[in-house]
């Protein structure tokens, strides 16, 4: 079992700058990938960035590609995401996702999730 806590939700003004935390803990060897997906109200959860564990390779939305920044220490077993130039469009509940492989097969672990607004 694989259990992820996030953090560093807020409000913030548009513009404005957010660092998320994604800690895990448990059964955490064999991770292949972490990332980050938000809900906004009324819409379907939708990917925003992830990073491999081997080799760091980093994926984007288009939606954030150039303001957000995903990145880990492997040393703490914690995933961040710098948040620049916020806009209101980025307002959602943030969550942290983890794609553990210790066989053939994924096995897919969600945290409880973070709100950010970006409102004025």
């Known amino acids: 079992q694989v259990q992820l806590v996030e953090s560093g939700g807020g409000l913030v003004q548009p513009g404005g700058s957010l660092r998320l935390s994604c800690a895990a803990s448990?059964?955490?060897?064999?991770?292949?990938?972490m990332g980050w997906y938000r809900q906004a109200p009324g819409k379907e959860r939708e990917f925003v960035a992830d990073?491999?564990?081997?080799?760091?390779?980093?994926d984007y939305a288009d939606s954030v590609w150039g303001r957000f920044t995903i990145s880990r220490d492997n040393a703490k077993n914690t995933m961040y995401l710098q948040m620049r130039s916020l806009k209101p469009e980025d307002t959602a509940v943030y969550y942290c996702?983890?794609?553990?492989?210790?066989?053939?097969?994924?096995?897919?672990?969600w945290g409880r999730g973070t709100q950010v607004t970006v409102s004025s």
């Open positions: 996702n983890l794609d553990h492989r210790p066989g053939p097969g994924s096995v897919l672990y």
């Open positions: 990073i491999r564990l081997s080799g760091g390779d980093t």
């Open positions: 448990g059964s955490i060897n064999n991770i292949f990938a």
